[in-house]
């Protein structure tokens, strides 16, 4: 594991921060995996199939996008804070495979594709065990200092 302190690079905090870990990455930044908890405890379950809860599929494009950004950036010193200037532009495409229930660990398997100015175009599988339960394509502006 390289990093399990994704505040240190990401804007986003609880409840909305939807990676935990940095398990792999290249020196470029450009491929990595990064892992997230899906806790029976979330309070998303209470509402989305209550007593059948299902991780829902659009915060699993958000977790793809925040962990692409984890890859791509690595841990930032604290001196430096998160990167602010990093916005989820489109999705190309998005499919799901199979449900994602608690508890699980989603696996964020993130390959970086083509640039375009300050747009930047992700290749992601999540996985949780051997079973891929989505995977898609998406554009990620990663403008400023990253």
């Known amino acids: 594991m390289i990093s399990n302190r994704p505040e240190r690079t990401l804007p986003h905090r609880d409840p909305f921060l939807l990676v935990h870990r940095l398990i792999e ?3 470029d930044g450009y491929r990595g ?3 997230y908890d899906v806790k029976e405890e979330l309070d998303v379950f209470r509402g989305h199939f209550p007593g059948q809860p299902i991780y829902p599929g659009v915060l699993q494009i958000e977790g793809a996008a925040q962990a692409c950004c984890f890859v791509f950036s ?3 010193t604290v001196e430096k ?3 602010t200037d990093v916005f989820f532009v489109s999705v190309e495409e998005f499919r799901f495979r199979k449900p994602v229930l608690p508890p699980s660990t989603i696996r964020y398997f993130c390959e970086f594709i083509q640039k375009r100015g300050a747009l930047f175009l992700w290749n992601v599988e999540a996985k949780v065990g051997n079973d891929v339960v989505s ?3 998406f554009w990620v502006k990663m403008g400023g200092e990253i």
């Open 81 to 83: 804070g998160p990167v």
């Open 33 to 35: 995996i990064v892992e």
């Open 135 to 137: 995977r898609g394509k």
């Open 25 to 27: 990455r290249s020196d």
């Open 74 to 76: 690595g841990e930032r």
